[in-house]
């Protein structure tokens, strides 16, 4: 996949993590987006390291989609965790 694809899977994975942990986030849509391509790395890595499978196969896959969801999920909820210590 290229960097465009990333970036749009990273996105739309951030927007379903949001979706699927709902509530009040100290930052905004920018921050969601960045950590929704992050969590669309991580989960790759931890797919393919936990598994020993190639969890990025294309932009239409599965896979692809369930680890970065995954991987934006558990980047959200750390996000949180550290964000709302600093804050309270």
Same mark, same amino acid.
């Given at each position: 996949?290229? #960097? @465009?694809g990333?970036i749009l899977l990273?996105? =739309?994975?951030? #927007? #379903?993590?949001?979706?699927?942990?709902?509530?009040?986030?100290?930052?905004?849509? @920018?921050? *969601?987006? =960045?950590i929704? #391509?992050?969590?669309? =790395?991580?989960?790759?890595?931890?797919?393919?390291?936990i598994?020993?499978? +190639?969890? @990025? +196969?294309?932009?239409?896959?599965?896979? *692809?989609?369930v680890?970065? @969801?995954?991987?934006?999920?558990?980047?959200l909820?750390?996000?949180? =965790?550290?964000?709302?210590?600093?804050h309270?």
């Amino acid at each position: 996949m290229g #960097i @465009i694809g990333w970036i749009l899977l990273g996105l =739309l994975a951030g #927007i #379903i993590a949001k979706f699927l942990m709902p509530g009040r986030d100290p930052g905004g849509i @920018i921050v *969601t987006i =960045l950590i929704g #391509i992050a969590g669309a =790395l991580l989960g790759g890595w931890l797919g393919k390291v936990i598994f020993g499978v +190639d969890s @990025i +196969d294309g932009f239409f896959e599965i896979s *692809t989609w369930v680890a970065a @969801i995954v991987g934006s999920f558990i980047l959200l909820a750390l996000y949180r =965790l550290v964000a709302g210590r600093r804050h309270s």
